[in-house]
């Protein structure tokens, strides 16, 4: 099965890498009439491309790639526009398609340099722009969970002037008209796409992100209505489960939409029939159902828990409360309404950290949590009724 945390390196991903690098250094013969210079700018567009590609190949599409060529043609339109408009580089553009900070981030170093392979120019208006497209997106992205962006603006524009003051007028020693104006509506030009691509960003990835993480952990999605009408058993155990994650969550400051997502739908492969493991089935569901990808990858670690392995705070955590619950519904099946709880759930949560084949031994889960999460576990007693 293939999912966005697998997918293979793809054909359609090279078009980001090799087009661009043919364009630059067809650019870079026509303005500089050197062949040299071409097959340098084509040998360093191929690989920062290839290198930008790789590391950010688990986001990629066919759509994102054919928009990361586009973004890369556009900004080796750079090369033939006045210096002024350069810093507005590509970085606003890149965050409206990319969701993910890391392609942003690799990408705008990659658009930030074209132009400068074509006309050389100086190695500090590069470093200028780069630095002002990484610092630009992880200010809006900073501030995407608010879609304000009032005091990331005002940042952007000090660091702005700070770096162009030191990196550019200092270097020159002398102030002459140009360096003031241009900076300038550098700066106009910059700040306005900052606001419409923080705006775009916004709406457009976050608010939907946002929206589609509501409709995942509402205990009505129709994945939990089905759950609830074929196997009331797991469909118990999912609910009570997802309400110690979301509580743990809040209490320790972990992800609560990630947790809930985890307690409801850790099991959820028990709705399908296909002959695999629940875990299997529980990452595939979870697929066509279009879940987000952060939960997908944490059902998934869920699914491969296994004596030895590194486990995550967060799943963890769930395995713990789902073995509380799992434990205590068995117990209560079998006619003891009232066991000992202090010991039944030391117990029950000491064999995943203790023994050759302990769970969660290698859990990233701190001691203070663990003691913490016993601690809370045995006080639920009045709770517990809604196992029986």
Known sequence: METEGNRPFSAYMLMPVIIPAIVIAVEGYIVRQSVIVAVRDLLVV??????????????????SSVCMMLLALISSVQAFIPDFIVP???FGVVLA??????????????????????????????????LMGIIGISLIYGCSRTGRYVEAL???????????????????????????????????LSIVIMEVAG???????????????????????????ELKNSNKTEYKRAI???????????????????MKGLGFYHRIGVLSKEDTSIAVRTVKLAVNEGFPEDIIDALKEYGEVRPGNKV???VAITVIVDSVICDLMKEFAKGNDKPDLNKFIDKSILRLFSGQNSLLKKSAIPYSDLEDIRKHLKTERIYYDFLR
């Open 46 to 63: 191929a690989i920062a491309g290839f290198a930008v590609v790789y590391t950010g190949r688990k986001k990629m599409t066919f759509t």
């Open 88 to 90: 507005i580089a590509a």
């Open 97 to 130: 398609f990319m969701a993910s900070p890391m392609i942003g981030i690799t990408s705008v170093v990659y658009f930030a340099a074209m132009p400068f392979l074509v006309t050389e120019r100086s190695f500090e208006y590069f470093l200028f722009i780069a």
């Open 154 to 188: 005002l940042i952007y524009t000090l660091v702005y002037t700070l770096l162009y003051t030191a990196l550019i007028v200092m270097k020159r020693m002398t102030i002459e008209p140009e360096l003031v104006i241009d900076p300038v509506v550098g700066l106009v």
């Open 199 to 225: 705006y775009r960003f916004y709406n457009n990835v976050i608010k939907r992100r946002e929206d589609l993480y509501k409709t995942v952990v509402d205990p009505e999605h129709p994945l939990l209505i």
């Open 240 to 258: 009570h489960t997802a309400h110690f994650t979301d509580l743990f969550a809040e209490k320790f400051g972990y992800n609560r939409i990630l």
């Open 312 to 314: 995550s705070a967060e």
